[in-house]
């Protein structure tokens, strides 16, 4: 059973970089056909994709937060991080990192019944 936990600061400033880190355990995030995911869920608002990174290491982004968005990895730790340049109120949301088995089109709406996913992190972006 693959289980995830986001982690990283609750309240960012704005036009900062906002910087969170999922924690994998029960599975490698190296195997192959998984993608380390992330998506966020503004308030009121529906789930959206960031992105992810593939099993080979490779990063796919939302074409709309493309410009800002960065998804890395470190094998060692069996961990990836995402960081979102330059926020802005906007960007307020909860964000979710996910582990799914196939490749997601980032240009639709995620679904958190397929895969697993950590609890959601709130993250706040206010001066």
């Known amino acids: 059973q693959v289980q995830l936990q986001e982690s990283g600061p609750g309240l960012v400033k704005p036009s900062q970089t906002l910087s969170l880190t999922c924690t994998v355990s029960g599975g490698s995030i190296t195997t192959s056909y998984s993608y380390s995911t992330w998506i966020r869920q503004p308030p009121g608002k529906g789930l959206e994709w960031i992105g992810y990174i593939d099993y080979s290491g490779s990063p796919v982004y939302s074409p709309s937060l493309k410009s800002r968005t960065s998804i890395s990895r470190d094998t060692s730790k069996n961990q990836y991080t995402l960081q979102l340049r330059s926020v802005t109120p906007e960007d307020t949301a909860v964000y979710f990192c996910?582990?799914?088995?196939?490749?997601?089109?980032?240009?639709?709406?995620?679904?958190?019944?397929?895969?697993?996913w950590g609890q959601g992190t709130q993250v706040t972006v206010s001066s």
């Open positions: 996910g582990r799914v088995n196939f490749r997601p089109a980032v240009w639709k709406t995620p679904n958190k019944n397929v895969g697993s």
